[in-house]
Every structure is written in C-alpha cells, then in structure tokens.
C-alpha cells in the first residue's frame, strides 16, 4: 500500500504542471516530425530495407512517443539532490526500502507521462502520419508489455547513476552518458541493423535495445514476442544489482565527505 501511494501521490504532483508540459509536448511533436522529415528524405533514393517509407516513419514516430516511458525519467531518481543536502542519511535510515521507495515514486512518474505525454504524440501521429496501427489486441498488449519492461530497466539505470553520487557527489555527468549510449545503441535514432558492426556488436550484448528497439519492433509486427525474454533477464538483473548496491550504501554512506 505504501508503495501505491508513493506511485498515486507522485501522479498527482505533476499533475498540477500540465501547462508547462504542453510546451514538452509541443518541442517532443517538432522533434519527431523533423526526424520524420529526414528519413522520408533519404527513403527517397534509399529502399530502406524491409521498413519502407511508411515503415520508418512509424518507427521514428513510436520511438518519438516511447521516449517519455523509457527514456525521460528523472535523473538519478533524485539521489544526487538528496546526498547533495544530506536527506540521503534519513531515506536510508526509513524502514521502506530505498530502491522500492524511489522506484514506486518514478512509476507515478511514468504513468502520468505515459497519459498525458505518449499517448497525445501518439493520437497525434497516428492523425498526421502514414502511421502503423496493429490490427490485433495481442500487438498492444505484447507492446505494453515490452514498454512497461523498458521503464523498468530505465529506473534501474537511474537508480545506479544516483547511487554513484554517494560516493563522488556528481553523478548528472553519468546521466548524459547513458543518455547518449542510449539515443544511438538503443535504436532510437538508427535501426540496429544500420549501425556498424562494431556498434551493432556492443549494442547486440548491451540492455539498451531493449528500451526502444524491441518495443517499437514488437509494435510493428516486425519481431516475435520472444524477444521480451531478453527484456526480461535484463530486467531482474539490474533489480538484484539495484538491490546489492542498496545493500552497500546502508554498510558505508559517504555525504559531501562527512
């Protein structure tokens, strides 16, 4: 029940910033609408492989959308503020988890952004676009499966990139690095199979295609179910690493030296 009510009360707080994330909204459409652009130029003098035309914009399009569940969460899950002004001291003295505690917080988070972000960029796209639609429910169940695997590996992420701040009091500069893995191993910005095979390699072995690609892949009918196998070990994995760092931080906490 507890952390229900972390979930609902974080929904409700950002709540009351819908004006300000319109603005989000309207940048994330532009964004989309400009990688859309760029592709449909190249599909111009390019057959773009099994995509087609239609099949990249909907792939660019549902990456676009997809960012605001697996990408956009909050940096470091907050832990680098709170070592910052020492309240890392008190969170991990509470008898809830820490790990539990931000995740269910981060999962309020995700779900409002999922209704009132992705899902408005979604209606938009699908208005606008020569944008797939699934003809089966079994597509978006699969597909919101794969998408509520890909948040949790992003707040799993978050979650060591605060982690690392207990011991070097900056860890936002950790951020942007897994920001940019993310925008080019993930498949956000280049199909996988487009990459050189040196990048394809890494990302092949790496948890990133699993925030975008798979999902997006799974959308269009252009990867099995059986994908989400791999969503899922990733997943657990980074949940005990999540829980074995926890576990280190009550033995030792280091904040701003003291």
Known sequence: MLFYVLARKNYARNKQYRGAHLIHNIASALFGFIYVSIWTAIAA??????YGTAGIVSYVAFNQCSLW?????TNGLGIEQSVRTGQI?????RPAHLFYQLMSKEWGQVAYQFVYKFIPLYVLYALVLPFYLPTSWLAYAWTAIA???AAHICICLNYLIGAFALWSTESRWLYWVNYALSM???????PLEWLPEPLAAIARYSFYPYLHYVPTRIYLDMAQPSELIGSLLWAAALTCVCLTVTSIMRRKVEVQGG
Not at 45 to 50: E, K, M, R, V
Not at 69 to 73: E, K, N, R
């Open 184 to 190: 080019l191993l993930s498949g956000f910005m280049i």
């Open 147 to 149: 998408l509520l695997l």
């Open 69 to 73: 569940v697996a990408a956009f969460l």
């Open 45 to 50: 003098d390019q057959p773009l492989g099994s």
């Open 89 to 93: 001291a008190l969170e991990l003295m």
